[in-house]
């Protein structure tokens, strides 16, 4: 009998412990109008883990993961062309990885289909992406160009709707197609890679990547897309 109250008190904390993590009408990341009134203390560049998932665009991949790793944050990269994230590759693309068929696509992604299955081998290996970096429990998920379709919506779903449940912010950067569920994912970035222009006044000038990192895992005030660059 007591094992069988123990069961259940261990079962309703695993339920009372997830939807903590799952802020009811809002975004992992996005549930703060302002900025508290007492100060906190803030999350260090160094403690912050990112698990960047790549797109087709690799050149811009690599702009946004070295500037990541060059403000000292751990950078994990899923590239569309491996089956595994790299070994915390901290300076942004080093790191060992495992090849794999699944992901093999050309410079514009044209043979991503699998002529056999209809697959799409890019949002499969993607996805796998983010499972594992929900499992690697980093603080927060960046995905570069995601496409959700018609075909892979409901994969995309279930894939994010894991990373919520687990308290992990998304954030979007330049996506093709978002999910049309905004609650999976905190803010979209508008990635430049050029430098900032020097008319840019205090309302205009993008953040740099990093900040705009550091906001959403800290849960701080934001809106829902947002600039950036990578200077």
């Known amino acids: 009998m007591t094992r069988r109250i123990l069961g259940l008190l261990a079962c309703m904390a695993a ?34 883990t990112v698990g960047f998932v790549g797109s087709t665009d ?31 590759a ?21 043979d991503s289909m699998d002529a056999h299955t209809g697959v799409d081998k890019n949002a499969v290996t993607a ?14 998920v960046v995905i570069s160009g995601i496409d959700v379709t018609d075909a892979n919506r409901e994969s995309w779903n279930q894939t994010l709707t894991n990373a919520r449940e687990a308290g992990i912010p998304v954030a ?24 900032v222009d020097s008319g840019d006044t205090a309302d205009t000038k993008p953040m740099t990547i990093t900040d705009a990192v550091l ?4 849960d701080e005030p934001h809106e829902r897309e947002i600039k950036v660059t990578v200077s």
């Not at 339920?15 to 906190?40: F, K, N």
């Not at 992406?129 to 603080?139: E, H, I, M, P």
């Not at 979007?172 to 430098?195: C, F, G, M, Q, R």
Request: glycine share 6%.
């Open 15 to 48: 339920v009372l412990s997830l939807a903590a993590c799952t802020p009811a009408g809002r975004a992992v990341g996005d549930t703060q109008d302002s900025m508290p009134e007492v100060a906190h203390d803030s999350t260090h560049p160094t403690d912050v």
């Open 58 to 88: 690799t050149a811009a991949d690599e702009f946004v993961i070295n500037a990541l790793s060059d403000d000292k944050l751990n950078v994990y990269y899923a590239s569309l062309e491996t089956s595994a994230s790299s070994a915390n």
């Open 90 to 110: 901290t300076d942004g693309v080093s790191g060992e990885t495992e090849s794999s068929d699944a992901g093999t696509t050309s410079e514009n992604g044209a």
């Open 127 to 140: 996805q796998q992406g983010v499972a594992d970096f929900v499992a690697r429990a980093v603080k927060i």
């Open 172 to 195: 979007l950067i330049d996506p093709k197609h978002a999910p049309e569920d905004e609650l999976l994912y905190a803010v979209i970035l508008h990635l430049n890679t050029n430098s």
């Open 215 to 218: 906001t959403i895992t800290r």
